[in-house]
């Protein structure tokens, strides 16, 4: 993407001032906020610490693992960002295979479906998200997600768990005493190792986690930044008055490091290639609408309909929201294999505001949400986090899956996910 961007400009595609306005300053701030916060949450151990308590509870319930895995990673990244949470994950995913012996691959699959249906939910769960949480005009963006896309994407974890894990059921039996004898002696070391080293037994770990200073301020500015926007939209409500989440994530990232010890360590680690992409990514996309090829593109796929001079009824709307939402959903899923979907959706957006959407369009930008990110789920090349699982368990030897062992199994899902996305905005609209 850097190169690309580099090269729009070089060739004169795009003039260096609308470059640079085309990069989108909230999204950039909000980025650098949410990561910087994050990181401090990893840093302070809070993130491990939720990982951990995740890994034990495995050990008690070895037939759900995959239930479990895919939850996991669903809602971890709807609140810390889909890329966030594939890098954090694949420690995991390490410690679920060496201390359970189940194939690398279908744990690594597990943590990148789930993190792609579970980022849907809300609008700090994905880039693409974010995106059309700032571009689109919608109102109460947080809320519009939670509500509106929330309750599908619950269904839609649960209906993966289960479908991975029957997929996956023969792989997955191993002898239930085996496997009992083997974690009790595994705990059995590790509560005695960690006794004689540390003098604390393994309840006591909470605790311990907060009172270090840094892990009490991270999930302290963690969920007062949450929090801070969900009040913001609330206060829209009634009162007309709206932070932008940009400045909200910023906000926070300051009083972190303000009050924080570790400050530079965590600038330091904030994830920059993600931001970097970004702004790279903005440059691009601008440079692809005006020359034209976005728009061409378009051409080959059916236009939208909304014509307020044939819409004569509430059932034209309905119609009308439902035919919108299935071309949505079709060009999602195609072009996302071909640009990957945050690039896709930072060049439809203008597209569906050119053709008339607008803040009072939400079925239809909800769909491009979902649909987006769900695209994800059929091929590797589809979501950014997966090709992040993938170098990233690479990078520590472990053997990863295939782009055909991939598509086999998320081609499934992603009929399943789109449809149940699908069908509960069409619920929505009646």
């Keep these: 993407m850097s190169i690309g961007a580099i090269l729009v400009m070089v060739y004169g595609i795009i003039p260096l001032e609308s470059a640079l306005k085309s990069i989108n300053l909230q999204v950039i701030g909000f980025l650098f906020g949410i990561f910087s916060i994050t990181t401090a949450l990893e840093k302070s151990g809070v993130i491990n610490w939720i990982i951990g308590l995740t890994l034990a509870k495995l050990r008690e319930k070895t037939n759900n693992i995959i239930i479990m895995i895919v939850f996991l990673s669903g809602i971890l990244s709807a609140f810390i960002v889909n890329d966030t949470a594939a890098i954090l994950l694949v420690p995991f995913a390490i410690s679920i295979c060496n201390q359970m012996k189940v194939k690398p691959s279908i744990v690594l699959i597990s943590i990148a479906i789930g ?7 809300t609008p700090i769960g994905s880039p693409q998200n974010l995106l059309i ?4 005009g919608i109102p109460l963006p947080f809320i519009s997600f939670v509500s509106l896309l929330g309750p599908p994407t619950i269904i839609n974890l649960l209906l993966s768990g289960l479908i991975l894990q029957h997929y996956y059921k023969k792989e997955l039996i191993v002898s239930r005493q085996q496997l009992t004898n083997q974690l009790s002696i595994q705990n059995h070391q590790d509560n005695k190792e960690y006794k004689l080293a540390n003098g604390i037994s393994e309840v006591d770990r ?8 840094l892990a009490k301020i991270s999930t302290a500015v963690f969920l ?8 913001s939209e609330i206060g829209n409500m009634f009162t007309g008055v709206y932070i932008d989440i940009g400045i909200i994530s910023l906000a926070g990232a300051l009083v972190l490091y303000i009050v924080s010890g570790d400050r530079i360590s965590i600038l330091k680690s904030v994830n920059y290639s993600v931001i970097v992409f970004f702004i790279c990514m903005f440059i691009f996309t601008a440079a692809l609408w005006t020359s034209g090829l976005i728009p061409g593109l378009m051409d080959y796929f059916p236009s939208f309909r909304l014509d307020d001079n ?8 309905i119609a009308y929201t439902l035919y919108n939402n299935t071309i949505i959903s079709a060009v999602s899923i ?16 203008p597209f569906m505001i050119q053709n008339g959407f607008d803040e009072s369009h939400i079925s239809e930008w909800m769909m491009l949400s979902a649909a987006s990110t769900i695209a994800g789920n059929l091929t590797i090349i589809g979501a950014a986090s997966t090709i992040i699982i993938m170098q990233t368990a690479e990078s520590k030897g472990i053997k990863v899956f295939t782009f055909f062992e991939f598509f086999k199994i998320g081609s499934l899902l992603t009929v399943v996910n789109v449809a149940i996305y699908y069908l509960f905005l069409a619920l929505y609209n009646l």
Excluded: H, W
């Design 310 to 317: 044939t819409i004569n009824n509430t059932q034209d709307v």
């Design 115 to 121: 993190i792609n249906v579970g980022s849907v939910m």
């Design 334 to 349: 195609f072009v996302s294999q071909i640009l990957s979907n945050v690039p896709f959706v930072a060049s439809y957006i």
């Design 206 to 213: 909470t605790e311990k986690l907060f009172s270090n200073r």
């Design 133 to 136: 949480a700032s571009q689109s």
């Design 224 to 231: 007062c930044t949450v929090g801070a926007i969900v009040s």
